[in-house]
């Protein structure tokens, strides 16, 4: 991680890990593929630890699932002081991409290899994850739905705000 890459607080900007992120996830689902790929969703990007100049970061990236025509792509993040060989995990994460034909449509992926048991829980991880994610957003859908602002001002009773209208 070179000088330039860091925020004015002297550490690594969250932003250039998610382009190398990205850029990680789009090799890894285009050579499954045999496409080009879009990013289409991005879950999990927590950044656990701050990543410093002049830290080796490597990303490690699995295809952990597919579906018709999307890739889900897990990846880890590592940092090593390479002074003193320590190795901190600042984040795992999980790129869903879809695959285009030459027309821009998504198109048909390869199915995937289950080579070891790591890779059959997380392909079934996977398939967990997306039902988790699908639930979430349907419940939040139609909380929001009912949510009326002058029946939830309980909601900010503990919070850290005041109303000033
Ligand atoms: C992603 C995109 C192709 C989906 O198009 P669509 O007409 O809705 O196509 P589909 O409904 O057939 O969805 C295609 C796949 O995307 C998946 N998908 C769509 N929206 C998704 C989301 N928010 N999260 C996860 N997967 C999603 C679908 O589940 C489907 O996967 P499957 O074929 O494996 O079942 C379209 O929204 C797109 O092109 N987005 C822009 C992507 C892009 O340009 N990214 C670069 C950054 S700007």
Do not use: W
Not at 18 to 43: I, Q, R
Not at 122 to 140: D, G, L, V
């Amino acid at each position: 991680m070179i000088p330039s890459y860091a925020n004015f607080g002297g550490k690594i900007h969250g932003g250039i890990l998610l382009s190398l992120m990205d850029k990680v996830a789009y090799a890894a689902a285009s050579k499954h593929a045999g496409n080009y790929c879009v990013t289409v969703s991005v879950d999990g990007v927590n950044f656990l630890q701050p990543v410093e100049v002049g830290e080796l970061v490597s990303l490690l990236a699995s295809v952990n699932y597919v579906g018709r025509t999307s890739v889900l792509v897990g990846i880890k993040v590592t940092a090593e002081d390479v002074r003193t060989g320590s190795v901190k995990h600042t984040n795992t994460c999980y790129f869903t991409m879809v695959a285009k034909n030459d027309a821009g449509k998504p198109t048909l992926v390869p199915g995937l290899l289950l080579e070891t048991r790591d890779d059959t829980r997380r392909f079934q991880e996977a398939i967990k994850r997306r039902e988790f994610k699908a639930r979430y957003h349907q419940e939040f859908d139609n909380a929001r739905t009912i949510l009326a602002v002058v029946d939830q001002l309980h909601l900010l009773e503990n919070e850290r705000c005041q109303l000033a209208y």
